[in-house]
């Protein structure tokens, strides 16, 4: 998130690492800026054992915190060099994202924190004073109410996090989740329209994110745990936006996900086409066409590493070649 939860990169310059935390794996990219657009310097995964991360917004998320350092070193080892700062990626499921609007938003930003801490303190299962609240402007809607994406995160699991980390030597400069990163890396891949809706579907871990976006900001975010259909998962996100968001519909659909979910990739996939009519795409092609030299990476390689690169190409905007 932008302002950030995440932290603000306004002031110092992106990370050029990111890693991401997610229950089957561990990942990481370096990533440079070319002459002929963005250069994967090097690139890592490591599979950590089933149960070491299960991503709760509330309670113990590394139960094997040992594991997931060891695998952390792993994929640090891995790159051309070891970085001391990274960029940081957490599951969807350790935090939650809400849509907040107002007709009227205050000018000073302290007041607007206040107000946006009011209204989600009821979405999760603590004190809202326990939490890191974060926020970036949203859309503004037909009546004119302006829409804020905000996300809520328990501290304690934000450190739990951070601590594996600074125990690989690592500071965690800027945090944010795998979706916000993947939609930023879609962005990136010009595979956005400012005037068209689009949906992002996340798959694995334990979980799905179904995530309707206009341009760059969620219209509407949900994170659900595995056990429901894809089809009913897809026609109650599909009812919620035409119903409640009066949607004029949707454009297409980008895919992530190592198919870890219980019903998979393809199961989803065939949801969304049938219900949906609507072209999907796994966002892996997207990229490969992004990344003219992308050290042979495979679209298995580039699913897995969407949302990390999602994250250094909006901090690090790539050079261009000069005409």
């Known amino acids: 998130m932008r302002s950030n939860l995440l932290r603000s990169l306004f002031t110092t310059p992106g990370p050029a690492v990111a890693v991401s935390i997610a229950p089957e794996q561990v990942t990481a990219v370096h990533v440079e800026s070319g002459r002929t657009g963005p250069l994967v310097r090097g690139h890592a995964r490591l599979p950590l054992p089933p149960g070491a991360v299960t991503p709760a917004v509330q309670g113990t998320n590394l139960a094997d915190p040992a594991a997931v350092a060891e695998a952390l070193d792993g994929v640090l080892e891995r790159l051309p060099r070891r970085p001391r700062r990274i960029g940081l990626l957490l599951p969807d499921a350790a935090a939650k994202v809400s849509?907040?609007?107002f007709a009227s938003v205050p000018a000073r930003a302290a007041d607007l924190d206040s107000m946006l801490r009011w209204q989600v303190r009821k979405t999760v299962p603590f004190d809202v004073d326990e939490a890191q609240v974060d926020w970036m402007p949203g859309r503004t809607t037909a009546g004119g109410e302006q829409e804020f994406v905000t996300?809520?995160?328990?501290?304690?699991?934000?450190?739990?996090?951070?601590?594996?980390?600074?125990?690989?030597?690592?500071?965690?400069?800027?945090?944010?989740?795998?979706?916000?990163?993947?939609?930023?890396?879609?962005?990136?891949?010009?595979?956005?329209?400012?005037?068209?809706?689009?949906?992002?579907?996340?798959?694995?871990?334990?979980?799905?994110?179904?995530?309707?976006v206009r341009d760059r900001h969620p219209l509407l975010f949900r994170t659900v745990a595995d056990g429901q259909p894809p089809g009913d998962l897809v026609h109650q996100t599909a009812?919620?936006?035409?119903?409640?968001?009066?949607?004029?519909?949707?454009?297409?659909?980008?895919?992530?996900?190592?198919?870890?979910?219980?019903?998979?990739?393809e199961a989803i996939?065939?949801?969304?086409?049938?219900?949906?009519?609507?072209?999907?795409?796994?966002?892996?092609?997207?990229?490969?066409?992004?990344?003219?030299?992308?050290?042979?990476?495979?679209?298995?390689?580039?699913?897995?590493l969407a949302?990390?690169?999602?994250?250094?190409?909006?901090?690090?905007?790539?050079?261009?070649a000069s005409a």
């Open 269 to 304: 996939r065939r949801a969304i086409e049938g219900r949906l009519a609507i072209a999907v795409e796994p966002i892996a092609n997207r990229l490969a066409r992004l990344l003219p030299d992308r050290d042979g990476l495979d679209a298995a390689a580039l699913d897995g």
């Open 307 to 320: 949302a990390p690169l999602g994250l250094l190409l909006r901090t690090r905007p790539p050079r261009r």
């Open 151 to 212: 996300v809520l995160a328990h501290r304690a699991v934000i450190e739990e996090y951070e601590r594996v980390c600074a125990a690989a030597g690592m500071h965690a400069g800027l945090v944010d989740l795998l979706s916000f990163s993947l939609i930023e890396a879609a962005v990136a891949c010009g595979a956005t329209d400012p005037t068209a809706d689009w949906l992002l579907v996340l798959v694995g871990g334990g979980s799905s994110t179904l995530a309707v």
């Open 239 to 265: 009812m919620y936006y035409e119903d409640r968001l009066g949607g004029g519909g949707l454009s297409h659909a980008l895919i992530a996900g190592n198919g870890g979910a219980q019903h998979g990739f």
């Open 99 to 101: 849509m907040v609007r």
